[in-house]
């Protein structure tokens, strides 16, 4: 069964560091882009960042130089360091594997991915 458990989240106070995991089980994840998503309450979700199989990186605007995402396909797991964090970074978390063809232009559209996880909350505030 394809399976994605995200965790790691949290309240946190501004300027703080979190760091998610994405654990993926009943496939290679080593085959796939994962992208991480985030949605807060009242908005769509939105792209936050994404990895190629082959560890090209994508990041929104609103993460970018303070979010890193990496992938350790030993552990069959994505990260999401998540630095300098702000309380307009607060949502529910999510990561999917992608579905198609994922490029510098589409990465961030969540149709083109799938087996979504859970979520984990990431809350941001003094």
């Known amino acids: 069964q394809v399976q994605l458990v995200e965790s790691g989240g949290g309240l946190v106070q501004p300027g703080r560091s979190l760091r998610l995991s994405c654990a993926a089980s009943?496939?290679?994840?080593?085959?796939?882009?994962i992208g991480w998503f985030r949605q807060a309450p009242g908005k769509e979700r939105e792209g936050v960042s994404c990895?190629?199989?082959?560890?090209?990186?994508y990041y929104a605007d609103s993460v970018k130089g303070r979010f890193t995402i990496s992938r350790d396909n030993a552990k069959n797991t994505v990260y999401l360091q998540m630095n300098s964090l702000k309380a307009e970074d607060t949502a529910v978390y999510y990561c999917?594997?992608?579905?198609?063809?994922?490029?510098?232009?589409?990465?961030?559209?969540?149709?083109?991915?799938?087996?979504w996880g859970q979520g984990t909350q990431v809350t941001v505030s003094s």
């Open positions: 999917a594997r992608n579905s198609g063809p994922l490029y510098r232009t589409n990465w961030h559209e969540a149709p083109l991915f799938e087996s």
């Open positions: 009943g496939f290679a994840l080593r085959y796939y882009a």
């Open positions: 990895i190629r199989e082959l560890g090209t990186t």
